[in-house]
């Protein structure tokens, strides 16, 4: 059995629009902030800060390339979380 307290976490962080919008972007391509945010229309300052909470919660990961820094997602932290997420949601028969 899950914890609740670590769904109530997943929930909490993919709970704002922005966020989820920026990981599907970072599913095609790493993407630095300038790009996300011309891609969101939101400032670089608050794409920067949904970034930090997905790097706290080791959704993305930073990598820097000369003076910018790109992001992408964190695969491992992802699949684990589908599968509490999956957990939860899945009836058994």
């Known amino acids: 059995m899950v914890k609740a307290l670590d769904l109530a976490y997943i929930c909490k962080i993919l709970s704002v629009g922005t966020r ?3 990981l599907q972007l970072l599913k095609s391509r790493v993407l ?3 790009a996300l945010s011309a891609r969101l229309d939101v400032t670089q300052g608050a794409v920067s800060q949904h ?3 997905l790097r706290e919660a080791d959704l993305v990961v930073a990598e820097k390339r000369g003076y910018f820094v790109h992001y992408r997602l964190n695969e491992k932290t992802l699949s684990k979380w589908k599968n509490m997420m999956d957990k939860l949601l899945t009836t058994n028969a």
């Open 32 to 34: 630095c902030v300038g």
């Open 20 to 22: 989820i919008q920026i």
């Open 51 to 53: 970034l930090r909470i």
